[in-house]
T-cell receptor, first 115, second 113 residues
Framework: EAGVAQSPRYKIIEKRQSVAFWCNPISGHATLYWYQQILGQGPKLLIQFQNNGVVDDSQLPKDRFSAERLKGVDSTLKIQPAKLEDSAVYLC?????????????FGPGTRLTVL | GDSVTQMEGPVTLSEEAFLTINCTYTATGYPSLFWYVQYPGEGLQLLLK?????DKGSNKGFEATYRKETTSFHLEKGSVQVSDSAVYFCALMPGGGADGLTFGKGTHLIIQP
């Protein structure tokens, strides 16, 4: 079974530029998550989708971050404009139904460096 | 809000030593508890989980017991190997399922031959 796919794996941009990340979850998984992991810290949830609807985006900085999951499968996360403090690894995860006992499967992440 | 606290690293042990990584949590209701591991150069992967009080999760020789009375989920292994060197994250998922996982800061484990 294929795992969660993410691209690109690495991205370097200047501050104030825009960037987009792509995620393809495990086939059949209804729930998709985006996390931000700053160096030396645990991942922090940015947004959770159930199919193509947003369940929780309370920690998403909506003035610069946006995310969508059209057709309930792939998802993109965008940052515009980027700030230095956005340098982090962006992780995508998926689970079968989003229940509290479900296992979340993580992709390899996209490492973003903002100069 | 919910939070997870785990022991600071790095933790350095010799091969075949006994391992304990402490994890305590704060949450309302009845969360599920998880340990994830990140090996060098790899992504996060589930190590074990427990979904209700007194449950014991186990995998690859690692164990953790969900202790509601002490709000803890300590990770243990009787005899560590060099290949166990990694960063270990304790995490919780609220009982309702929404809000995603809340992670601790991670503990870097280094096993020396």
């Amino acid at each position: 079974e294929a795992g969660v796919a993410q691209s690109p794996r690495y991205k370097i941009i200047e501050k104030r530029q825009s960037v987009a990340f792509w995620c393809n979850p495990i086939s059949g998984h209804a729930t998709l998550y985006w996390y931000q992991q700053i160096l030396g810290q645990g991942p922090k949830l940015l947004i959770q989708f159930q199919n193509n609807g947003v369940v929780d985006d309370s920690q998403l900085p909506k003035d610069r971050f946006s995310a969508e999951r059209l057709k309930g499968v792939d998802s993109t996360l965008k940052i515009q404009p980027a700030k230095l403090e956005d340098s982090a690894v962006y992780l995508c995860a998926s689970s079968l139904s989003g229940g509290s006992t479900d296992t979340q499967y993580f992709g390899p992440g996209t490492r973003l460096t903002v100069l | 809000g919910d939070s997870v606290t785990q022991m600071e690293g790095p933790v350095t042990l010799s091969e075949e030593a006994f391992l304990t990584i402490n994890c305590t949590y704060t949450a309302t209701g009845y969360p599920s508890l998880f340990w994830y591991v990140q090996y060098p150069g790899e992504g996060l992967q589930l190590l074990l989980k427990a979904t209700k009080a007194d449950d014991k999760g186990s995998n690859k020789g690692f164990e953790a017991t969900y202790r509601k009375e002490t709000t803890s989920f300590h990770l243990e292994k009787g005899s560590v190997q060099v290949s166990d060197s990694a960063v270990y994250f304790c995490a919780l998922m609220p009982g309702g399922g929404a809000d995603g996982l809340t992670f601790g800061k991670g503990t870097h484990l280094i096993i020396q031959p």
